[in-house]
């Protein structure tokens, strides 16, 4: 399969998770017939030709591909399905799964295998007879257009350099099944008999497999140990990938090898406090990028295959790869009107309201055009701003519509850290309607926090009057120009 070049794994996240979960059901499946089966061959590897894969003694034993859609239609799911298919006829003694949120209905009449195979058969019948093959998506794989047909790319990417005749026999091989590819791809089937899993089941799934491992391997199953594991599992595997993108050359394979898995599990979870707050504010901040696209009424899935990339995966992406305590620091810069003192830390940040995370700065994610974006890791800002005005920068924000203006001047006077945060800030993003001007103390008696000097309060207040509160709608608008 072809995969964006950034890095879009994360522990926190719904395909995450599933490939963590397929993992330990692996180990309690071993776990069950040997308590002390030797893992060491065993890995698990992402985003290499699927989203991710098993490893035994570096063979591939199953392929896996995961779809957080909202759609059950076969043609939503279709060339995920075609391009590990392919992998499948290359990996001969591999199985083949697909993981969704939602069931897949294969076409009218049609089994999904049969429903794949149609698929197929139709890109080479399409070969096959086609006047001018150059335009066919097998044909084109050769070609020089930048923003091929989706399966023109997956086709490009499994087979560099080969020529269109063999490309069409390889896949004839599948679509009539001399290959056995088709009959070792299914959807992935879950304990509950449920051939999909709802983005809220995948925890409770996760710390069921995570219990049988405490039990298999003689450690306390308690709640509250299972809670402490769940969010410390899923952190330690996150900042372990973190720091691999950070560090791995091109070519190199992104894994996790089963042993590390092994060692977490029987870490002693009495100790990882400070850890575990870190780990679950990350988990319910990125969590939210996956409910927002799970309501239809919030997120419409974008034409992906045609080219068109998806803003709110984007930003995602490029969230998941940071620390907790980064991330904690970009929250707090999307929050100008909230106070958060200089000693405040992760210990309050499961306190944070993460529905306007979700209804508020989701949104703005999803509607704005992630090319606006600038990131700074370094100072934790992250705004948009267009080339045709380079001196102004917006801030999208979790200020809601019931925040009225005087309420929004209040809570960013007091807020100690609102120079740095607000440096260089002409413009918010919010959920409300266009406040072209905030009120200053002197129309609204706010006062700065008293410890603030005469000078600082003075730039307060030049910063606050040079603030505006834009609606989403009228910052695409701006940024589009």
């Known amino acids: 399969m072809a995969h ?6 994360s522990g926190f996240n719904y395909q995450g998770k599933v490939a963590i979960y397929y993992a330990l059901s692996v180990i309690n499946e071993k776990l069950s017939t040997n ?157 509950d008999g449920n051939e999909y899993c709802e983005l809220e089941e995948i925890n409770t799934k996760l710390k069921t497999e ?117 991330l904690w620091e970009h929250y707090k810069c999307f929050c100008p009107h909230q106070s958060f003192d200089i000693s405040n830390n992760l210990t309050t940040a499961l306190n944070v309201n993460m529905d306007s995370v979700l209804f508020v700065l989701m949104k703005i994610f999803h509607e704005i055009d992630f090319n606006k974006t600038i990131h700074s890791s370094s100072t934790s800002r992250l705004v948009y701003q267009t080339p045709l005005r380079p001196g102004d920068q917006y801030l999208p924000t979790t200020i809601n519509a019931d925040h009225f203006p005087a309420k929004i001047a209040r809570g960013i006077i007091d807020n100690p850290n609102m120079i740095e945060a607000l440096f260089e800030i002409n413009t918010l993003i919010y959920d409300g309607k266009l406040i072209e001007k905030l009120p200053t103390q002197t129309t609204t008696h706010i006062l700065a926090p008293t410890a603030v000097g005469a000078d600082t309060r003075e730039r307060r207040e030049e910063i606050l009057s040079n603030l505006r509160l834009i609606p989403t709608s009228q910052a695409k608008v701006e940024l589009n120009a």
């Open 210 to 326: 995570l219990s049988k491992a405490f039990l298999k391997k003689s450690v306390v199953n308690s709640e509250k140990q299972i809670n402490n594991a769940f969010n410390y599992f899923l952190g330690t595997i996150d900042k372990h990938i973190t720091e691999r993108h950070l560090t791995k050359k091109e070519k190199d394979i992104l894994s996790i090898p089963f042993t590390k898995l092994i060692e977490i599990i029987e870490n002693d979870f009495e100790d990882v406090s400070s850890q575990y707050l870190a780990f679950q504010f990350k988990n319910q901040f990125l969590e939210k990028f996956d409910e927002f696209m799970s309501y239809p009424e919030l997120y419409k899935q974008p034409l992906l295959d045609e080219g068109v990339s998806c803003n709110l995966r984007s930003i995602s992406s490029l969230l998941s790869i940071l620390s907790p305590e980064v």
């Open 35 to 191: 308590v002390k089966f030797d893992f060491t061959p065993y890995e698990l590897v992402l985003e290499n030709t699927e989203d991710f894969e098993i490893l035994a003694t570096k063979k591939t034993i199953s392929l896996h591909q995961v779809k957080a859609l909202q759609d059950s239609s076969f043609s939503s799911y279709q060339n995920a399905l075609f391009g590990i298919a392919i992998e499948l006829k290359k990996e001969q003694n591999a199985k083949g799964y697909i993981h969704t949120w939602k069931k897949i209905n294969p076409n009218p009449t049609k089994t999904l295998t049969e429903s794949i195979a149609d698929d197929i058969a139709n890109v080479v019948t399409e070969y096959r007879y086609a006047a001018d093959k150059s335009k066919t998506v097998i044909g084109n794989v050769l070609g020089n257009s930048k923003n091929p047909r989706k399966k023109t790319a997956i086709l490009r990417l499994a087979f560099p350099g080969i020529l269109p005749d063999k490309i069409e026999n390889f896949l004839c091989d599948i679509c009539t099944y001399k290959d056995t590819a088709l009959s070792r791809l299914n959807n992935f089937t879950y304990p």
């Open 4 to 9: 964006d070049a950034s890095p879009s794994w």
